[in-house]
């Protein structure tokens, strides 16, 4: 059987219920990334949750354009050749958190190994943009691996995050086939490297289920974050976002979601939000005042 006729042969189950796009603040939102010439993660990757985090005049920013420079085969956010870095980005990403009105920032960004930092100063600069415009507002940063660069993350930290987030993504063994350029054991040692920089920091990760991977291979992986210095971590069913894209191997249900987040609980987590349509950034906010 071709990956292509298993993912036609895969139905999403009765418990997905996604949202259609409605509502004022959806437009609102809408309109003020477009105005800015920003970019948003919701949109790029087509995430199911875009319509209730719009709604509710959130969205996470998607910085350093708007092509990626490796190609995740889950992943719907587009390969190509990337832009020159915008210097105005910062600003403008501060202004959005501004008119929203956030109390709570989430920045990621496009994988851009094109630059010799990865990207790392404009994270910085987005950090050290929103605290001035928007004092007390925290800010979560979800960032790629740079390439194991020590000093590129170091730019990052020395900006002060709130929250430092780097997903694994998947197991171990899926990598090769899932994760084109990344390497599971890299994405281990940023946890590492930041904790040793900050133990207060608060650093969190995701998985995504539904790919092929086993319970022992889960288990494995929660475990190597959490001794990695990781505590927070959120788990979702991974959905292809097309027939050219990784297929769907398994729905999980909601009764395994809850038996996920028990396990990451036991493993030591300090929190935990694992379901269907959850995603890294998904009600973000919420999952930092808990651990306030």
């Not at 609102?28 to 709604?55: D, F, I, M, W």
């Not at 501060?94 to 009105?101: H, I, N, R, S, W």
């Not at 851009?112 to 910085?124: S, T, W, Y």
Request: net charge neutral.
């Amino acid at each position: 059987m071709t990956e292509n006729t298993l993912q036609k042969k895969q139905r999403k189950p009765a418990w997905f219920k996604i949202r259609t796009p409605l509502g004022q603040n959806y437009s609102e939102v809408k309109k003020l990334v477009t105005s800015l010439n920003l970019h948003t993660v919701c949109q790029e990757a087509n995430c199911p949750n875009r319509a209730e985090c719009y709604g509710e005049r959130t969205a996470t920013f998607l910085i350093l354009g708007e092509n990626c420079t490796r190609g995740c085969s889950f992943c719907n956010v587009s390969r190509g050749e990337p832009s020159a870095v915008d210097e105005g980005e910062a600003r403008r990403v501060a202004e959005a958190v501004m008119k929203l009105g956030l109390e709570y920032a989430v920045i990621t960004s496009v994988t851009r190994d094109d630059l010799a930092d990865g990207g790392a100063r404009v994270f910085a600069d987005v950090i050290e943009s929103i605290r001035e415009i928007k004092p007390g507002c925290k800010v979560e940063v979800l960032i790629p691996d740079f390439m194991g660069s020590q000093e590129a993350l170091k730019k990052v930290l020395d900006a002060r995050p709130d929250v430092l987030n780097h997903n694994v993504e998947t197991v171990a063994r899926l990598y090769p086939e899932v994760r084109e350029g990344a390497d599971y054991h890299r994405s281990l040692q940023v946890f590492k490297r930041a904790s040793s920089y900050d133990s207060r920091l608060l650093i969190k990760s995701g998985l995504m289920v539904g790919l092929g991977e086993k319970l022992s291979e889960i288990a494995e992986a929660m475990a190597d974050l959490y001794h990695s210095g990781c505590r927070l971590l959120t788990v979702g069913q991974y959905l292809a976002p097309s027939e050219n894209h990784h297929p769907v191997i398994k729905f999980y249900t909601p009764e395994e979601f809850g038996e996920l987040e028990k396990m990451a609980y036991q493993i030591g987590f300090m929190g935990v939000v694992s379901g269907p349509l959850i995603r890294s950034s998904y009600r973000a906010h919420s999952m930092f005042r808990k651990q306030s």
